[in-house]
């Protein structure tokens, strides 16, 4: 399968625990982008980054949420001292971007269910 | 601040009878629209996109959408629909570039036998 992974599909997390989310997007893809999508809400969108340099941060991405993408492949989302309201589905995708930037299309992976009791 | 509404928060119609889906977008510039669908369990796949040029953009599994910069509309239509799609589809509007994806918050489609 050569779409975009996410790691693990359903995380149970207690209130107060960290927990990391892993992403590899399309292999040739150099955007990654991350969203979060609540129970009854479209995705709304967290960060992105281009090839390894994390360029756009929304304010919904709080001091505890911290992303990396260490060598311009996969990504790692982690979420520090998880509360309920955390509780989610969270997205990745990727795209390959031309210099140009417009045009791309993001592909988005399955997305890693997080419930914080 | 960009925005997308999608007036219909569910819609049941019968298998063959055709579809349409409404959004309204709000965007200060030239927007670039898409429309995605997701099944139960599913990441959201393109169903398609505008850029620029012909404002009737045909997309996969048979639908289609059209741009209307007057109506700040960008419906989302199929002539006869399958019991397949069933899902949830959103519209949403961005920069340019997938990245800043505003997403409206969905439409529920039900398909009867």
């Known amino acids: 399968d050569t779409g975009v992974s996410q790691d693990p599909r359903h995380k149970i997390t207690k209130r107060g625990q960290n927990v990391t989310f892993r992403c590899d997007p399309i292999s040739e893809h150099n955007r990654l982008y991350w969203y979060r999508q609540t129970l009854g809400q479209g995705p709304e969108f967290l960060t992105y980054?281009?090839?390894?340099?994390?360029?756009?941060k929304s304010r919904l991405l709080s001091d505890r949420f911290s992303a990396e993408r260490p060598k311009g492949s996969f990504s790692t989302l982690e979420i520090q001292r998880t509360e309920q309201g955390d509780s989610a589905m969270y997205l990745c995708?990727?795209?390959?971007?031309?210099?140009?930037?417009?045009?791309?299309?993001?592909?988005f992976g399955q997305g890693t269910r997080l419930t914080v009791v | 601040a960009q925005s997308v509404t999608q007036p219909d928060i569910h819609i049941t119609v019968s298998e063959g009878a055709s579809l349409e889906l409404r959004c309204n977008y709000s965007?200060?510039?030239?927007?670039?629209l898409f429309w995605y669908v997701q099944s139960p369990g599913q990441g959201l796949q393109l169903l398609l996109k505008?850029?620029?040029?012909?404002?009737l953009v045909q997309g996969i599994k048979g639908f289609e959408a059209e741009f209307k910069r007057s109506q700040s509309s960008f419906n989302l239509r199929k002539p006869s629909v399958h019991w397949s799609d069933a899902a949830e589809y959103f519209c949403a509007v961005g920069p340019g570039s997938a990245r800043q994806l505003t997403f409206g918050s969905g439409t529920q489609l039900t398909v009867l036998p």
């Open positions: 505008y850029f620029s040029g012909d404002t």
């Open positions: 995708a990727s795209s390959l971007a031309p210099a140009g930037d417009w045009g791309t299309e993001a592909f």
């Open positions: 965007y200060g510039a030239t927007p670039y």
């Open positions: 980054f281009q090839n390894e340099a994390q360029l756009e």
